[in-house]
Structures are given as C-alpha cells and as structure tokens.
C-alpha cells in the first residue's frame, strides 16, 4: 500500500473533487462513516455515551459526522469544540450546523476543568482536534485536553492521525493524543507510520473515502509500505553454487562477532556459498563459531585490521562472485580504511557497504557515483549523520525525507536502520518496513541484516528486491526470536538462529499475530 504526504493528500482531496466531481461534503461524510464504523467495531453504540473532541479545521468537521451517526444509532454524544466556532468554515461549518438542529450538546469548551468527570462517565472518546493541518507546537487548552484524554482510561478513537502527531513525519508536537484505534483517509500519511505516531496511533485502519484508485496508486506516489515480492522456489537439484556465492569482507582485532554474525547469516538466510576474509591474525578465534563458512585469511596490519596490501587478490576475487558485503567490524585503522575506500571505486559487482564501511566513505561520499555496479548502504543513524552531514536530532525528525535525498545523490539504495526501517532508492522511492522490533537494538543485529540481504541476491532476487526482502525477513526473524524470548534479551545471535525459520514462515504462512502486522493497515470497507 502506498503512503502518502499531507501535501498529496490535499492533491489528492483536490482531484477528488476537481477531476470527478466528489465534492469535500462527500469525502468528509465517508471519512466520518469510516470512523463511526470503526468505532461500532470496537464495541456497542447505542445506549453508550460518547464525547468528541472537535478542533476548527476538516478533522473537526469529520468529528461532527461521527457525532452524528452516533446520535442515529442510539447512542448519547457530547461535542466539545476547542475554539471559536464561528471560525469554522465550509463543509466542516456544514456539519456542524446538521449536529446543530439535533438534540445533542455541542458547545465551545472553555477550559479543561471537568473534564476528567466528563471523561470517566463515556464509554469511548473520539479525537478530531488536529488531522494533517497540525502546524506547530501543541499548547494551552488544546494540551490541557490531550493531556485529559490521554489520562482518562477510555479507549480512544483517532479520526486521520492521533491529534498532535505530524503527518510527515511522526513527530509529536509537543504532546499528542495516545488513541487505541486510528482511522486514516485516502492512504496513510506518513505519521501514521513512522514512531512515534505509529505507537501513538494503535491499530491503523485505512478508507479510501471513495477516491478511484488511479488516485491513491498513483506512481507519483513514492512512498509504500515495504511488502517485496515472493522468494523464488528453491531448484531441488541444486548445488551450492545455484545459491549464491558472497564475498564478506570483515573483522579486525576487537570485532571478532561481526564478521562471523555476517558471514554465517548468508547461509542461514539461505545463500549457498559464504567466503569471509578477514585478518590472519583473528581467524583461528572466529573459526571456532562460524565453521560453516570458508576462511580466506588476510594480511594483517600491526593493529591486527586488514592490510592495504590485500587490495589486488580481494578484488579479483569480488569480480568474480555475485555480491560483496563490506565493512563489518572492519575497524577505523587508516590503512584498512583506504583499503575499504579503494575497493569501494573498484568491484565492479553488487556491493553492500556496513559499519565501518560506510565511515570509510564519509569524507567523500560521492565517490559511490562513480560506481557502476549498485551499491547498498545500510546505515545506522549515527552512520547517516555522518554520511549526510544531519545532525541526528534533524535526522530523526525527517528520516523520510533524508533517506530520499540521499538515496538520489549517492545514487545508492540506503536501508537507514531503526524501529521501521525506510529503505530509499535512486529514484526516490522509500519502503517503510513493517518487521522487527526494539530488541533488535542491540550490536550486531546490523552484521545480520548484511548476510541477509546477500542471501536475497544469492536466492535470485534483484538487488533492489533483495533489500526489501532482506530487510523484511531479518526483521520478521527477531519477531519471531522475540515470540520466544522476548525482546529485552535477545541479541543478534538469536536473530541469526531464527533466521531459517523467518524463511520457512515466509513460504508456508506467519503465526496470526505477526501476519495481522505485516499486512498493513485493516482497509475499512
Ligand atoms: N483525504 C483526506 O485525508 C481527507 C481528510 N479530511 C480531514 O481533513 C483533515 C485536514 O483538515 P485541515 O482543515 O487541513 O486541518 P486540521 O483539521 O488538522 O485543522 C487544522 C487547524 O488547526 C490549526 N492549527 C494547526 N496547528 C495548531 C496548533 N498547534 N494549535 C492550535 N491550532 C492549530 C490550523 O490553523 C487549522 O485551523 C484531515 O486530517 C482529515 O481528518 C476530510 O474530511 C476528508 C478528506
Ligand atoms: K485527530
């Protein structure tokens, strides 16, 4: 499904209107039926009584419609509006002149005391302060509400994005509403799922409101959530060759875990052949835990990284595999990184750049145009700082955005690493990914992720398919290490364990819970 920004959006709302004649009355009454059938979903209606919170703009105007059909299937409602009514203006304004004539209160809330008496005697609370128009920090009484609601203990209902949430980005404005159910229009704005608005959110339910689908799969849309196309079937006569054969270029003294997390998540992702060269000095140490795959020890420098000298054989032997993962626990010794920087201009196959990779080329990132072959670049937030030159704070509030800058200017498919991970293309495509969670923060759930999406080439998928699926399958292998463990302890070792089983759940169906969250937002009909 696509994702869209609040700009799109109001194009979309206008070609909706402009192009087919569906006029803003329209939208705004499928919007609130969307949400008056979410909130039926989430218990009874009629003898409950309900409060909605109405702001001065359309997310207002849709509150007034909820307020509406509540009254009609029997239940009690009170519709508080924060501001000056008489401010409201077109089919909002419409609106409230319907609920106006029925036998229900609506009335300017002045200040939030009572508020939690009133709260506490509702069965459900209904949020349309803020949608998309959200503009600055949130304050006076319109905190002082979201802070009752956010105290009150009722289920919460969110009509487009939790009232303070950002659209296009996630960000929390000050403070924001925490809703159990959100209802979204059109497609997904942003915020509805990038965090903190996704937490904020609860389950996301989505309504096209009637728009024709020529509008909400658009190609000019760039923006989806990351749902990459099958695995191939596995050949049943092959060889390990059928399946890939990488390259891992990895380890220094000190980084003994992440060239093996690396070299061996290949081969439990499903790759067929996985090399890893790293330093003389440590193979004997990583053999011992990745005796699956094969050693090709390097020369050492004197603080036990990879030597300049390796250069020549190491590249001869990239150009002649499908995929080199570089960076890996390399470490910053200035020798290993001109090494890395030479290697990176010179492989002429796909290459995917980690850790201390990626710091090899921060100075000059540019350099990857030069590249024939793709390059894949899998930055953390501090990696992407120094790769962009964003400070992380600005970063995190528009990861969408950076990772599509810097995608199209590197030239380079960027997966930037968090809770969602986005993964951004050349073009300017961005993939919000749905798997993973919070455990996975822990060193060397990234190593993983790189022998992943290598084992993705390796299967037969594109390079840009691999990303995807790597991604997603990494992250859908620390869910399920999380199903057993849960997520405070687990480290990327059990990721790695579970690692075949993410592929096996792929091919025959995920457990209920994780299929639920991967499918994306419930289309309401
Ligand atoms: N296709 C769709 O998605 C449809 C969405 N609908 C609903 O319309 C809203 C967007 O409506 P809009 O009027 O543009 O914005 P808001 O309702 O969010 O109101 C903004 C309102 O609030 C003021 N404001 C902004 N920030 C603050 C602040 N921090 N403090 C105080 N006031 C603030 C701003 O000046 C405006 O006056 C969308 O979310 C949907 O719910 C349509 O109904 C159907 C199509
Ligand atoms: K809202």
Not at 395 to 423: F, M, P, Y
Not at 424 to 440: A, L
Not at 471 to 497: C, N, P, R, S
């Amino acid at each position: 499904m696509k994702v869209s920004t609040v700009a799109q959006m109001r194009a979309m709302d206008r070609a909706a209107i402009d192009c087919y004649g569906i006029a803003e009355e329209l939208l705004m009454e499928n919007a609130g039926q969307a949400a008056f059938s979410v909130l039926a979903q989430i218990g009874p209606v009629a003898d409950q009584r309900f409060v909605v919170f109405c702001g001065l703009g359309n997310n207002g105007g849709d509150g007034f419609v909820v307020a509406r059909k509540i009254h009609s299937a029997g239940g009690t409602v009170k519709v508080l509006i924060l501001g000056d009514p008489d401010r409201l203006a077109g089919a909002a304004r419409l609106n409230l002149e319907i609920i106006r004539r029925l036998p229900l209160e609506v009335r300017q809330l002045e200040n939030s005391a009572g508020l939690a008496a009133e709260l506490a005697a509702c069965a459900a609370v209904i949020d349309g302060i803020f949608g998309t128009g959200l503009t600055r920090e949130v304050g006076g009484l319109h905190r002082a509400v979201i802070e009752a609601i956010n105290a009150c203990g009722k289920p919460v209902l969110s009509i487009d994005i939790p009232s303070g949430v950002e659209g296009d980005t996630g960000q929390a404005l000050g403070c924001a509403v925490r809703a159990d159910h959100t209802v979204t229009f059109g497609l997904p704005k942003i915020g509805n799922l990038l965090y903190p608005g996704f937490a904020l959110g609860g389950c996301l339910h989505v309504s096209h409101i009637s728009f024709p689908p020529a509008l909400y799969r658009d190609a000019a849309l760039k923006i989806a959530l990351n749902v990459p196309p099958p695995l191939p079937p596995r050949d049943h006569t092959g060889h390990k060759g059928s399946f890939g054969q990488a390259l891992f270029i990895a380890g220094a003294a000190g980084y003994l875990g992440a060239p093996c997390f690396a070299a061996l998540s290949y081969l439990k992702a499903g790759g067929g052949y996985s090399r890893l060269a790293a330093p003389q000095a440590i193979t004997p140490f990583i053999a011992m835990k990745a005796s699956e795959v094969v050693f090709l020890p390097q020369v050492s420098t004197a603080e036990g990284s990879l030597a300049l000298c390796n250069r020549d054989a190491l590249l001869a032997l990239a150009n002649s595999l499908d995929m080199t993962v570089l960076g890996p626990g390399l470490s910053l010794q200035t020798q290993t990184q001109q090494l890395a920087r030479e290697l990176i201009a010179a492989i002429e196959r796909p290459l995917l750049i980690d850790g201390d990779g990626i710091t090899a080329i921060c100075q000059n990132p540019e350099q990857l145009r030069q590249r024939r072959a793709p390059t894949v670049l899998t930055p953390h937030p501090g990696e992407m700082s120094r790769l962009t030159g964003i400070g992380i704070p600005d970063l995190e509030k528009d990861r969408i955005r950076t990772v599509q800058r810097a995608a199209g200017e590197l030239g380079a498919i960027i997966v930037l690493k968090g809770a969602h991970s986005l993964i951004g293309f050349p073009d300017g495509r961005v993939f919000i990914n749905p798997s993973g969670n919070s455990g996975m923060a822990s060193a060397g759930s990234g190593d993983v992720l790189t022998g992943t999406i290598a084992a993705m080439h390796g299967l037969g998928l594109s390079i840009e398919d691999a990303v995807c699926k790597g991604v997603f399958l990494h992250g859908a292998a620390g869910d399920l290490a999380a199903m057993q463990l849960g997520e405070d302890g687990m480290t990327a070792q059990d990721i790695l364990d579970h690692l075949p089983q993410s592929l096996k759940q792929e091919r025959e169906g995920w457990p209920a819970s994780l299929a639920q969250r991967y499918a994306g937002p419930h289309i309401v009909a």
